[in-house]
C-alpha cells in the first residue's frame, strides 16, 4: 500500500487541523497516512533527534511538510526537524520522494508562500520531486481560495478555526498526492 508521511508542527491545533484533513484525504484515496507531530519537548539543546523517525521515512513513499509561519518562515521546531534531516540528504535517502506542503498564518498576506518555499528548498536538497497544487481549483469548488499554487496555506484571523476552503484544500492535497503516486491525474 501507498504510503504518505506527514511532518509537522503545531503548537496552537491549526496546522494540526490541516494535517489531519491531509491525513483524510490520503485516507480517501486508500493509502496510508504516517503522521508524525514535532514538539517543542522533542528538541534538546536546539537538536531534534529521533532516528527511529528517519528511518521510517526511507521507506515512505511521499513526504508533505507542515509548520505554523513564524516571522515570514518555518517554526524554529520544523526547522530543528530539517536541520536533523541532514544525515539523510548525505545519502540522499529521500531521492525520487513526492513531497509536498501546507502552512497556516494569522493574516491572508502574512508571508506564507515563503514558508512553502522553504519547504520546496528543503525537498530540492533532497532531490525529492515537488508537488503543487497548480490551478487545483478546476473542476472543484470552494478549495484554494488564496490561489497559492505551491502547496496549501491557510489564515487564521483572530485565531479563529480555519474556513472550510482551506479545509477542503488540505484533503484536496491528500487525494492529489495519492493520485500523483499512482500516475493518475486529476482533470
Ligand atoms: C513567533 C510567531 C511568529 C508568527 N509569525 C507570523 C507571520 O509571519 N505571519 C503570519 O501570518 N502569522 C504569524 N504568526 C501567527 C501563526 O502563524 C498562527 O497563530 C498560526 O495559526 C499558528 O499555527 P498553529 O495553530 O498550528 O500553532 C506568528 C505566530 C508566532 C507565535
Not at 515570514?72 to 521546531?77: H, N, V, W
Not at 502552512?103 to 508571508?111: R, W
Not at 484536496?172 to 491525474?185: C, D, I, P, T
Request: proline share 4%; aromatic share 10%; charged share 20%.
Amino acid at each position: 500500500m501507498i504510503s504518505i508521511a506527514i511532518i509537522y508542527h503545531s503548537e496552537d491545533e491549526h496546522t494540526h487541523a490541516l494535517a489531519t484533513t491531509i491525513a483524510e484525504g490520503i485516507h480517501a484515496g486508500d493509502a496510508e497516512p504516517v503522521v508524525y507531530r514535532i514538539t517543542s519537548e522533542m528538541i534538546e539543546n536546539g537538536r531534534f533527534i529521533d532516528d527511529k523517525l528517519f528511518e521510517k521515512l526511507k521507506e515512505v513513499d511521499a513526504i508533505i511538510f507542515g509548520a505554523p509561519t513564524y516571522m515570514g518562515g518555518p517554526s524554529a521546531q520544523f526547522k530543528a526537524f530539517a536541520d536533523a534531516s541532514s544525515p539523510s540528504w548525505e545519502t540522499q535517502d529521500w531521492r525520487g520522494k513526492y513531497a509536498a506542503g501546507f502552512t497556516v498564518g494569522t493574516y491572508p498576506g502574512g508571508d506564507q508562500p515563503q514558508t512553502l518555499q522553504y519547504f520546496q528548498t528543503l525537498a530540492s536538497q533532497h532531490d525529492m520531486l515537488w508537488l503543487s497544487l497548480g490551478r487545483a481549483n478546476i473542476g472543484v469548488e470552494n478549495i484554494n481560495p488564496s490561489g497559492t499554487s505551491l502547496g496549501v496555506t491557510a489564515h487564521t484571523p483572530d485565531d479563529a478555526q480555519l474556513s472550510e476552503a482551506c479545509l477542503q484544500t488540505a484533503f484536496y492535497l491528500g487525494q492529489h498526492m495519492v493520485r500523483a503516486l499512482k500516475g493518475v491525474w486529476h482533470t
